[in-house]
């Protein structure tokens, strides 16, 4: 085999690789609706492809997604520039990681969906960016679902998630909602480690319950991942992020 042909064939590999494991959590999905009642239609797959290469965004694309995820500014940036220029222009792309300060900019340039917003300097910050793009920017507030005696408790050998503690929630979602670039979305939360994940999701439910009683257009759930989506379907999810189950598993993040 020529270089060309080669590479063509691993093309093929890796896409054939991709379409198995979607038809895999696809079924998962629908199963999960079905248990609950649920129509597969209340529930976005966004498809997470942080590490992954900019062709992987483009066999998701061919396999008919359109929402992706990156969960760090710099990588998503780059990985933009690298679809536009592949012509992968019709896609949404969502930032679900803890958001820096001085990253707000750029992501408010490319963003459809910011799920990460759990402080107020973020929501001016990204209302600016919003507001010199010419369309509205949909942010959710990201809880913090540990439980604070836990959080008080163990000294940290797992990364900070990030999020905003609940009790800050409504002030957040408010601040959002005021700001005339950014529109007010719902919540998202990542599954505390080492509980169990129904009680996470559980009560994030009720976050959401509480905050479509102030704003009933913020129906958003964004929770489960692809070890947990069976439970956040469950509990009203309406965006599930997932990298591993799709796309296989990532180097360990530095
Ligand atoms: C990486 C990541 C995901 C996807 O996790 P998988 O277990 O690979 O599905 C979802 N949400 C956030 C916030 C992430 O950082």
């Known amino acids: 085999m020529n270089e060309e042909a080669s590479r063509a064939a691993s093309h093929d590999v890796r896409r054939e690789e991709i379409r198995g494991n979607l038809t895999v959590v696809e079924e998962r999905i629908r199963a999960a609706c079905r248990a609950s009642g649920r129509a597969r239609a209340e529930v976005t797959l ?12 483009r066999h998701l694309v061919a396999l008919g997604l359109r929402d992706m995820a990156e969960s760090r500014a710099q990588e998503a940036t780059a990985k933009v ?32 969906t910011v799920h990460s917003v759990d402080r107020h300097e973020l929501v001016s910050l990204l209302d600016r ?3 010199s793009r010419g369309w509205a920017l949909r942010c959710l507030v990201q809880v913090n679902l540990d439980e604070p005696h836990r959080a008080a ?11 905003a503690v609940p009790a800050a929630v409504p002030e957040l979602a408010a601040a959002i909602d005021r700001s005339a670039h950014l529109v007010l979305g719902g919540l998202m939360a990542v599954a505390p480690l080492g509980a169990a994940p129904a009680d996470a999701f559980a ?26 989506l069976e439970a956040a379907v469950r509990y009203g999810a309406t965006h599930l992020r997932i990298g591993s189950a799709i796309l296989g ?3 360990p993040l530095r």
């Not at 019709?90 to 679900?96: A, K, P, Q, S």
């Open 46 to 57: 966004v498809a997470v492809t942080k590490t992954f290469p900019a062709t992987d965004v």
């Open 81 to 112: 520039d690298q679809c536009a220029r592949m012509d992968l222009s019709e896609l949404r792309w969502h930032l679900v990681g803890q958001l820096q300060t001085n990253k707000a900019r750029a992501v408010g340039s490319f963003a459809h």
């Open 129 to 131: 960016a919003a507001a």
């Open 153 to 163: 408790a163990t000294a940290a050998p797992t990364p900070p998630r990030g999020g």
């Open 203 to 228: 009560r994030l439910a009720t976050f959401a319950a509480d905050l479509r009683t102030s704003y009933p257009c913020a129906g958003i759930v964004s929770a489960g991942m692809s070890g947990d």
């Open 249 to 251: 598993s990532r180097p």
